[in-house]
C-alpha cells in the first residue's frame, strides 16, 4: 500500500482524503489537521435553537462538485434551497431590489434597472452608452473595475459588480482580477462591443431553469459534509498533529509528525503555512505575496418585532460607501435574513441574521472588541432594516486571513507554480484556497483533482 498524506483539514483536505480513501485502492491515506477539529472556515453551530453557519452557507448547484459528493456521502436526502433566492442593495439609506436580469452585477434589462432605483438618472443614462459602444475585446487579464467602470460607469460598478464580486471574495474589485474572480464577465468582454449585448447573449445561450436552485445546503448546516466526510475517513484523520517540516527521502517524502515516510503528500493549508512547507524559493515566493483579508460575522437572534423591516429577501449588500446614512462607510459588507432565507430556520417569533463585516483596506471591524462590534453591527442594523431593542442572543466568529486576494495575472501565477511543481517536487501537489477559489464547490473539486494526481 502508498501512503498518501493530506495536510490541512478544512474542506479541501478533506475532499482530498475522502478521494484517496475512495478511488485509489492501493493507497492509505492519513489526514493532519494542527487544531482540535476538521472543517476549517465551515462550521455551524446553534443559534436560538438551530443550526446555523458561522461561515458559508450553501454551494452553487450549477458548479457540480459539491452536488457530487454530497450524493457519494448520502446526503442529497437531506439538501434544501434557499426559500428567499433575492438579496437587496442598501443604496442612500434604502433596501433597493437588483434588477433580476444580470451576469454577476451586469445588468441586462435596464428598464427594470430604472425601476429598481439603485441608480442615479446619471447614472442609468452612462449605463445605456453601453449599448452603442465599441469597445475592442478584452485581451489578457484586469482588474474587474479596468473593465467595467470605462464600460458602464462608476455607478454600475459601485452599486451592483463591485459589492456582489467585492463581497464573495470580501476585497476590492478594483483590484481583483476578472478571469480569476469574474470569468462570466470576463467573457463577455472578451466579445468586444457592448458589455450589456453580451451579457445579455450568455445568459441567453446559457439557457438557465429560472425556477431551478442556484444554491443548496444540508438542513443541518454546511458542518453536515464536515461530519459526514470525518465519518467516513475515520482512523485516517488526525486532528492536534501540525506538520512543521517537509522533507524529500528519496522518491517519498518525510513528514515531522509521522515515523512513516510517505509516497505523495497533498498540502491543503493556508497560503502561508504552504509556502513555509515547500522548500522551493519560486513557489514560497510566489504563495507569500499572495495577500488575505480578515473578516467577522455576528449572528443576531432577537424578537422578530423588534425589526421593522418585512426581511421579504435573502439579506443585503452594502456597497462600500453606503453603510450609515451619512455615506461615509459603515463595517457592515452584507446582512444574510436566515430565518427567510431558510424555511427550516423560519420562526414566527425569532429573527436570526448573519452580518458580515471587513473587507480589504477596512480592518475597524477584525480590531473592535467582541462589544464594540455587536455595538456597532446593531447601529447599523438600526439604520438599514428598523432594528430595535438588543438581541437576545449573539454570537461572534471571527476568520483571519481567511480571503485570498486574486490580483491580475492571478492565474498565470498558479500555472507558473503548478510547473514548477510538476518539474522540481515529483509526489507534492498544492490545493489551497489561495490559488483556484474560494467557494465550496472549487475547494472540493481542487482537492480531489489534488489526490487524483498525487496517486495516479
Known amino acids: 500500500m502508498r501512503r498518501i498524506a493530506v ?44 443550526p446555523v453557519d458561522e461561515g458559508a452557507d450553501a454551494f452553487l448547484v450549477r458548479v457540480p ?17 434557499p426559500a428567499a433566492r433575492e438579496a437587496f442593495i442598501y443604496v442612500d439609506g434604502v433596501l433597493r431590489r437588483p434588477p433580476g436580469a444580470q451576469l454577476t452585477g451586469v445588468p441586462t434589462d435596464l428598464e427594470a434597472l430604472a425601476t429598481s432605483g439603485i441608480l442615479s ?16 475585446p478584452l485581451r ?18 459601485e452599486r451592483l459588480v463591485g459589492p456582489l464580486v467585492g463581497g464573495i471574495n470580501a476585497g476590492d474589485a478594483d483590484a481583483l482580477s476578472i478571469r480569476a474572480c469574474a470569468p462570466q464577465i470576463a467573457a463577455a468582454a472578451e466579445r468586444g462591443g457592448s458589455l450589456i449585448a453580451a451579457a445579455r447573449a450568455l445568459r441567453s445561450e446559457a439557457s438557465v431553469d429560472p425556477t431551478a436552485a442556484i444554491f443548496n445546503a444540508p438542513r443541518d448546516g454546511m458542518g453536515a459534509i464536515v461530519d459526514r466526510l470525518a465519518k ?13 517540516r517537509l522533507q524529500p527521502e528519496g522518491t517519498r517524502w518525510r513528514l515531522d509528525a509521522d515515523p512513516e515516510p510517505f509516497d505523495g503528500v ?46 421579504d429577501g435573502s439579506g443585503f449588500l452594502v456597497p462600500e460607501r453606503s453603510g450609515v446614512p451619512d455615506g461615509s462607510g459603515g463595517i457592515v459588507t452584507a446582512c444574510s435574513f436566515a430565518s ?5 430556520l423560519g420562526d414566527d417569533d425569532v429573527a436570526i441574521l448573519r452580518v458580515s463585516a471587513g473587507r480589504e483596506r477596512d480592518t475597524r471591524a477584525v480590531e473592535m472588541s467582541d462589544q464594540v462590534l455587536v455595538e456597532t453591527v446593531t447601529g447599523e442594523l438600526r439604520s ?28 498565470e501565477r498558479v500555472a507558473e507554480i503548478d510547473a514548477h511543481l510538476t518539474t522540481e517536487l515529483p509526489g507534492i501537489e498544492v490545493a489551497c484556497a489561495a490559488l483556484r477559489g474560494v467557494g465550496v464547490p472549487a475547494r472540493i473539486r481542487e482537492g480531489r483533482e489534488a489526490a487524483r494526481r498525487v496517486t495516479a
Not at 447614472?123 to 475592442?136: E, I, Y
Not at 430595535?388 to 492571478?410: I, L, N
Open 121 to 136: 438618472p446619471a447614472g442609468l443614462d452612462r449605463a445605456r452608452d453601453d449599448l452603442t459602444s465599441t469597445a475592442p
Open 65 to 81: 462538485d459539491a452536488v457530487e459528493l454530497c450524493n457519494e456521502l448520502e446526503l442529497t436526502d437531506t439538501l434544501v434551497a
Open 140 to 157: 489578457g487579464d484586469a482588474s474587474i473595475g479596468a473593465v467595467i467602470r470605462p464600460r458602464l460607469g462608476d455607478e454600475v460598478y
Open 384 to 411: 438599514a432594516i428598523g432594528l430595535s431593542g438588543e438581541p437576545d442572543e449573539v454570537r461572534v466568529t471571527r476568520w483571519h486571513d481567511a480571503f485570498p486576494q486574486y490580483r491580475p495575472g492571478h492565474l
Open 232 to 244: 467516513v475517513l475515520g482512523a485516517s484523520v488526525r486532528t492536534s498533529s501540525p506538520v512543521r
Open 266 to 311: 497533498v498540502l491543503a493549508t493556508p497560503a502561508a503555512t504552504t509556502a513555509r512547507l515547500v522548500d522551493h524559493a519560486a513557489i514560497a515566493a510566489s504563495l507569500g505575496a499572495i495577500e488575505t483579508v480578515s473578516v467577522v460575522m455576528v449572528t443576531l437572534a432577537l424578537r422578530r418585532d423588534r425589526v421593522a423591516h418585512p426581511l
Open 7 to 50: 495536510v490541512g483539514g478544512g474542506i479541501t483536505g478533506l475532499a482530498a482524503a475522502f478521494e484517496v480513501t475512495r478511488n485509489a485502492r492501493d493507497a492509505h491515506v492519513v489526514l493532519f489537521e494542527s487544531g482540535d477539529r476538521v472543517g476549517g472556515k465551515i462550521r455551524t453551530s446553534r443559534v436560538a435553537g438551530h
Open 340 to 344: 427567510t432565507k431558510w424555511a427550516h
